[in-house]
T-cell receptor, first 110, second 112 residues
């Protein structure tokens, strides 16, 4: 029972363009959503989060959008940079437990 | 800035052996979490502590697994009688109350 889904295993984007990563969830009890970035041989690094009472949160080049009616979350990165190449996980929580998606590998093409 | 540290980074063991991993959280964080990640999957929650109290355990945490956090500081995760299916990356995270979880680099376990 995959409660958090990232349906695109990979995404390639030209440097300088916008990267859009998507995430869908099924559990309407989730009240907090996060994006993590992971490089090989490292643990996930927290990027940005959003509470279920908001629909947008912005931090520099990163913006997270939440559409509760559609149970959909997206991460926008603009402009995309080569250092953004990594695996991105979305995660959702109710209480302390994080439930992760399977990740999307983002490759930024110079 | 000292992040979450985990030791060892890699462990190779034979089936049936016991292994123990250690996690040192960020010092001011009172919450500590263990996750397991297998190839192609996201991290899966195993258990979490608030200070020294273990407050939630996943059904993934069979009776061969035990976690402790004595004195509410570092934590250990022990796997007894390891099986090949235990091969995974074991991740530790810590957080303040109502705050984001920060992950360590993980311990990669290979059971042969």
């Amino acid at each position: 029972d995959q409660q958090v889904k990232q349906n695109s295993p990979s995404l390639s984007v030209q440097e300088g363009r916008i990267s859009i990563l998507n995430c869908d969830y099924t559990n309407s009890m989730f009240d907090y959503f996060l994006w993590y970035k992971k490089y090989p041989a490292e643990g996930p690094t927290f990027l940005i989060s959003i509470s279920s009472i908001k629909d947008k949160n912005e931090d520099g080049r990163f913006t997270v959008f939440l559409n509760k009616s559609a149970k959909h979350l997206s991460l926008h990165i603009v402009p995309s940079q080569p250092g953004d190449s990594a695996v991105y996980f979305c995660a959702a929580s109710v209480g302390e437990k994080l439930t992760f998606g399977t990740g999307t590998r983002l490759t930024i093409i110079p | 800035d000292t992040g979450v540290s985990q030791d060892p980074r890699h462990k190779i063991t034979k089936r049936g052996q016991n292994v123990t991993f250690r996690c040192d959280p960020i010092s001011e964080h009172n919450r500590l979490y263990w996750y397991r990640q297998t190839l192609g999957q996201g991290p899966e929650f195993l258990t979490y502590f608030q200070n020294e109290a273990q407050l939630e355990k996943s059904r993934l945490l069979s009776d061969r697994f035990s976690a402790e956090r004595p004195k509410g500081s570092f934590s250990t995760l022990e796997i007894q009688r390891t099986e090949q299916g235990d091969s995974a990356m074991y991740l530790c995270a810590s957080s303040r109350q109502n705050s984001e979880q920060y992950f360590g680099p993980g311990t990669r376990l290979t059971v042969t």
